[in-house]
């Protein structure tokens, strides 16, 4: 079946009177508009956690520049109290202090603050935001299940633009699923399958699993078919991600756009109820708080693909908290590859010569006359990044790159990408990859997909050496693959750039291209 998710959305028109600065359109995050989004701050009240996120960066791909979470289990014991978990609530009025202070020595006008499951259903919920906005000033959001189903949705939008599927949020005391489709969320439903209620339930297992057997398959009812992607947001279902990691021997740690198929779910659920539970916790890097949680959550995992039936299941590590960020973008900038718009803003901050990247792809694009969209798109993103690790030694410079591509947080991109990503930059400044501490990584990939990487990086490596002004055209690559014939014309005002090392490492690329080469002159 053909993956959509993976498909970046057709750019928007330009603007009119903006030059055309290629295949994917004017950065937005240098309009005015979308740098007021530059620095965002939201905390999120959950039946578990407490967690404040800052973000920043490009607008439309913000890094992480704070992220704090207080484990409070509000929601611990509401089942038999109605109330909050005395216990919690004090923690969590303790943290809603400290990221008020936070959000002050960080010079934010503002935090947004929602409250979820265990808040609206605490009959003491109101009286805890009324506590905290006395203390604090910060106002607390009580939103529905409903609308905590639409927000955790968005905020996979906000990692697959034009995502399709089911998206299902599990947190202390509920679990929602949202309906995905066309990157607009559809219908959305609400349940109390928080693991913190579930174990609660009297009775034991047998009657745990009755009830999620019974409220999943009503779930089902509601939402009807959904067979494509199951998309898992929230942290018991990034926690049994790890695991599920660990029991695959899985090489590369990135939770986010990690898959699993129902197979694998089952086997890792089986894991889960079979082994010691401490010695699992220590071998996957889970918290003993989470880890409490864990074997209920997978209970409800194991129910709902089987109920569900998806055609694969994706890890996000973006949610209610992104979605709040995504609720405040403009359409236009909703529209934006996240990918390209974080390797955008990496090139504006750290390369030699920012807009290089540009000239660099145009330069090499002769090679990729066939390519794909998605193919063409890593390549982009891959001359974007082309020089951003410029300030690392040059004996680590190529593993840096290969760390920094496959390790960021980057949306957009599945874990096969990443690590074609990376071997491209790598082999912009190596062009070996052997010997290194990634080899286990490279297997991800097969080797046509490797060999073509390596293609990728030494065209770079080539085109970075005539350091062309983006401004000027002085020369290009012709490329005829029928022929394996790979032609340079060059200027006459550009040969002096065409060294003994700029020979080399053309020879290198045509080496890779199986080609012959012919230099040729053009007039400017």
Sequence with gaps: MADRTDTPPPSPVPETGVADLGLFGK???????????????????????????????AARSPAYFYNEKIMCALGAGMAETGHLSPDGRVRALSAMRRFSKLSQSMGLSELTVVATAAVRDASDGRDFCDEVQRETGLKIWVIDGEEEARLSAQGVLLGWPGAYGLVCDIGGSSMELAEISGGRVGKRVTSALGPLKLRDIKGGAKARQTQIKSVIEGLAEKMGAQRDRLFLVGGSWRAIARIDMVRRGYPLHVLHEYRMTPTSVRETVKHIQTSDHEELRK???????????????????????????????????????????????????????????????????????????KALFDFILPLYK????????LVKAACLLHDVSWRAHPDYRAEVCFDNATRANLGGLKHAERIYLGLALLHRYSNKRENTRFEDLYEMVDEKTRNEAEILGKAMRFGAMLWMNPEEERGHLRWFPKKKLLELWLTDDMMPLFGEVAEARLNSLALSLGAEVQLKTCKK
């Design 370 to 377: 066939s390519a794909s969209p998605q193919r063409k798109r």
């Design 283 to 357: 071998i996957s890097g889970v918290s003993s708080s989470r880890m409490a949680l864990v074997p209920f959550a997978a209970e409800v995992l194991s129910r709902l693909v089987k109920t569900f039936k998806p055609n694969d299941i994706a890890i996000s590590s973006y949610g209610i908290r992104e979605g709040m960020l995504y609720e405040q973008m403009p359409q236009r900038l909703r529209d934006r590859d996240p990918l390209i718009e974080a390797c955008r803003f990496a090139e504006a901050k750290d390369a030699r010569s920012p807009g290089f990247g």
């Design 27 to 57: 950065p937005l995050f240098l309009d005015p508009s979308a740098r007021a989004l530059a620095r965002v701050g939201v905390v999120d009240v959950g039946s578990n956690s407490v967690r404040l996120v800052v973000f920043d960066g």
